[in-house]
T-cell receptor, first 114, second 114 residues
Framework: AQSVTQLGSHVSVSEGALVLLRCNYS??????LFWYVQYPNQGLQLLLKYTTGATLVKGINGFEAEFKKSETSFHLTKPSAHMSDAAEYFC????????????FGTGTQLKVEL | DGGITQSPKYLFRKEGQNVTLSCEQNLNHDAMYWYRQDPGQGLRLIYYSQIVNDFQKGDIAEGYSVSREKKESFPLTVTSAQKNPTAFYLC?????????????FGPGTRLTVL
């Protein structure tokens, strides 16, 4: 079984400030981890993913995330927030056991203020 | 351009009626998925399919049915047995069902039961 917990359903930052969105996972097998972004009334777009190898993963739009096995975490960061980053962000996990079934967190709504 | 199309974008249904949501992809992907999204609950897997004429139940399959007669098409029927069908429905595809494969999402269909 696998699960994802996203701490903070709403996060607000000032433009230019650090963005930190938290994700903790539970998985009985080595996980694959994903971050997706969703703009209002649209589908999801992949920001980045961790499968194997380097634990610091860089994605699109300046986002990155670090896989920390000891902490079962995969937090998403961006050094400087932009107004266009305002959206909902979802962390997801799938197991290495096959099937590519994603389990999503409940999402974090990011607000960027001037 | 390759991608996933879903139609219609908005759908209204009277209680007791079945309704079918369309999902088409031209990415030549083998695997396709249907998710349901409710506010504050993230995405939940309804059905998924690895190949033509084969599909598996996800976590919340009750009250839904699917078919996979063509590789590029994976329609979802919301039946009258689904007690609370009002939601945002997202279709996705991936190259296969191997863990870690990126899932590409369509723009979604918002279903409202009147």
């Amino acid at each position: 079984a696998q699960s994802v917990t996203q701490l903070g359903s709403h996060v607000s930052v000032s433009e230019g400030a650090l963005v930190l969105l938290r994700c903790n996972y539970s998985s009985s097998v080595p996980p694959y981890l994903f971050w997706y972004v969703q703009y209002p009334n649209q589908g999801l777009q992949l920001l980045l993913k961790y499968t194997t190898g380097a634990t610091l993963v860089k994605g699109i739009n300046g986002f990155e995330a670090e896989f920390k096995k000891s902490e079962t975490s995969f937090h998403l960061t961006k050094p400087s927030a932009h107004m266009s980053d305002a959206a909902e962000y979802f962390c997801a996990v799938s197991g290495t056991g096959g099937g590519n079934k994603l389990t999503f967190g409940t999402g974090t709504q990011l607000k960027v203020e001037l | 351009d390759g991608g996933i199309t879903q139609s219609p974008k908005y759908l209204f249904r009277k209680e007791g009626q079945n309704v079918t949501l369309s999902c088409e992809q031209n990415l030549n992907h083998d695997a396709m998925y249907w998710y349901r999204q409710d506010p504050g609950q993230g995405l939940r897997l309804i059905y998924y399919s690895q190949i033509v004429n084969d599909f598996q139940k996800g976590d919340i399959a009750e009250g839904y049915s699917v078919s996979r007669e063509k590789k590029e098409s994976f329609p979802l029927t919301v039946t009258s047995a689904q007690k609370n069908p009002t939601a945002f429905y997202l279709c996705a595809s991936s190259i296969d069902l191997v863990g870690g494969a990126e899932q590409f999402f369509g723009p979604g269909t918002r279903l409202t039961v009147l």
